[in-house]
């Protein structure tokens, strides 16, 4: 994996695994930047990393048909405070139906305790539909 | 409203307009740095900006009864796709117990439009509670 | 409102009170068959009551515009626990797009203190499309 | 299991297969019951299930510690479309703690096709908490 990671995923510090249709993998390392208040990482940042995994393995499948996706619905449930170390985040999909996906991944720490875990659903597209005033392109993501 | 945003906040850029137990306000311009590959603000942004505004109202009510909270699920709705400008986000309560509190944000562009919607479900904790091993200390966040 | 409801609809015992694409009221009065065993009101009785006005709202808008829509995502908190009396659910929509569509409904008891709300998020089809087998008739639920 | 299911648990049809602190199992037979206006099983129904057994299975856990517990938060998202047949649905935790308590359960249909998962949040009650007016007793849901 050697895409460089831009815009909100570039801020959130990810590295990119694997990312299949069938698999994405990423992981990131705690800074201070990820806290909230409370020294702990904010929940924002486990639904933003929930959110990219997801939609990177939904946009890989869709574009494999033609197709591309946008996020529609973010479920993500908060497991375990945690302030340092490395967390790594897996996503496999659920249905990935022709209007529609719905993919899950699971957040761990380094000993392997789930640290948050969410849902992310996905509305397909065609190539070329309007989004906010371009045209998409079917390109994974 | 000059408390200085750190951590995640402040890599949001959020500006906090209006913060009481009963009403959180805040904004954000958009900048390349919140969006996902095909340009517009990442889910995850929507997600982070919704656990801010409404951690934030639940644990000024919180604090306000001695006690500090932890979110534990965020569930954001994507529902306009945005590329620029200034978002603005309200947090209310929809209910703030003894145990557990749940709170509704609705962020909207410059023209008034709806463009994420999400609640925040979280545990009230008594002052001292272990959080990740250390001590909670009830101030309002 | 004198559409008589059928499945499920009857088994829930809800009533139809108001019924248009920009408004769904209904109400139903608490007996036991809705108690979980704590003698409360079963959090699927919840669900199954925002489903419904949510999905008939968004059907009838549906419908005006010659599709039909089928729901993906339920999402309900439970505010406060109930035994027993009338129950009214209010549902709203918070988009309406050509693709998909946002509902959120709000159920009190008869004091006006909010017992649940939940939110629905539903797909829209066109008529004709398959689903589970059969033809989709655009007819408004 | 011969536990003999009431109120709304009895509306749905369910039938207890395994109920442990670990997984819980169910089944229901598909009846016109179940539906919604197109002839196929309302997502009320599925949202029931999924809170039944979740809330079985963290009812036993709590049980077992002297606690008792009652769902928050139901998020259950529709997956695949049915009309007949046999329903298995399976929970299993993804935390319990000692405030809170977080599963996950899975329907699938008789060729074991998911067609619908969800989660339930729940909190965790000491014995003689206060609930709707009564005093709740740890016995298991």
Known sequence: MNARLTGWDEQL???MIKATRDEVVAEYTIEPKHH???GIVHG???????ETVCSTGAGLDAMSRGYGVVGI???TSFV????????TVRATPITRGRRSQLWEAVARDEEGHVVSTGRVRLLCLEENSDLAGEKLAARGK
């Open 73 to 75: 619905e973010n479920h």
């Open 36 to 38: 909230q208040p409370y």
């Open 13 to 15: 510090g990810l590295r």
């Open 44 to 50: 924002g940042v486990h639904c933003s990393v929930v």
């Open 80 to 87: 375990r405070a945690v302030r340092s170390g490395r967390v």
